[in-house]
Antibody, heavy 121, light 114 residues
Framework: DVQLVESGGGLVKPGGSLRLSCAAS????????MNWVRQAPGKGLEWVAS????????YYADSVKGRFTIARDNAKNSVYLQMHSLQDEDTAVYSC??????????????WGQGTTVIVSS | QSVLTQPRSVSGSPGQSVTISCTGT?????????VSWYQHHPGKAPKFILY???KRPSGVPDRFSGSKSANTASLTISGLQAEDEADYYC??????????????FGGGTKLTVL
């Protein structure tokens, strides 16, 4: 089965750091751009970051640029989101999603269930 | 960071059709035919229902269709069914003033099947 499973969420104080992981299975991982999308409580979906198949292109939302870093390890079929300087407004469910090829044509065709990040003192 | 504009809510009776609009700018919807749509039942993973404005992934019924005019994309759901009740999000590829690219989502539309 095609599957994405996120982990690493938790409670962190403002200004703290957290590293999220997303483990992929059931498909050829390096055929896909991987994305992180978040949903804050009571809010809509917000795109966070994308990384192409071999990391040749990386894109970030303005709201996280300079604080978050997306990375992938194709040997481990995993994508990561390193988050620093966390703020209250980063509280959300963070999901990873795959995109065939490069972003542009197509869409996020498989999503994980998400991992919850709560930033609170 | 731009957010595409969607109506907060729409509603329809079973069997009817509803259309959800998604308005952006020439830097996103107006500049590219790369609009995708997602159906989201709370507590579940979003489901991919349309891409490249009007293409359906395998397994998505033809009751779901898409279109685009200028800076506005639209999702039409015909023959409404109870299970269509969900939140719907549009997403567009976009270019930025910094010369790079990004994705941008709409604020989401809650569809109620009466």
């Amino acid at each position: 089965d095609v599957q994405l499973v996120e982990s690493g969420g938790g409670l962190v104080k403002p200004g703290g750091s957290l590293r999220l992981s997303c483990a992929a299975s059931g498909f050829t991982f390096d055929y896909y751009t991987m994305n992180w999308v978040r949903q804050a409580p009571g809010k809509g979906l917000e795109w966070v970051a994308s990384i192409t198949s071999y990391g040749e292109y990386i894109y970030y939302a303005d709201s996280v640029k300079g604080r978050f870093t997306i990375a992938r390890d194709n040997a481990k079929n995993s994508v990561y989101l390193q988050m620093h300087s966390l703020q209250d407004e980063d509280t959300a469910v963070y999901s990873c999603a795959r995109w065939p090829g490069s972003i542009g044509s197509g869409g996020m065709d498989v999503w994980g269930q998400g991992t919850t990040v709560i930033v609170s003192s | 960071q731009s957010v595409l504009t969607q109506p907060r809510s729409v509603s329809g009776s079973p069997g009817q059709s509803v259309t959800i609009s998604c308005t952006g700018t020439s830097s996103d919807i107006g500049g590219y035919d790369y609009v995708s749509w997602y159906q989201h039942h709370p507590g579940k993973a979003p489901k991919f229902i349309l891409y490249d404005v009007n293409k359906r992934p395998s397994g998505v019924p033809d009751r779901f269709s898409g279109s685009k005019s200028a800076n506005t994309a639209s999702l039409t759901i015909s023959g409404l069914q109870a299970e269509d009740e969900a939140d719907y999000y549009c997403c567009s590829f976009a270019d930025t003033s910094a010369g790079t690219y990004m994705l941008v989502f709409g604020g989401g539309t809650k569809l109620t099947v009466l």
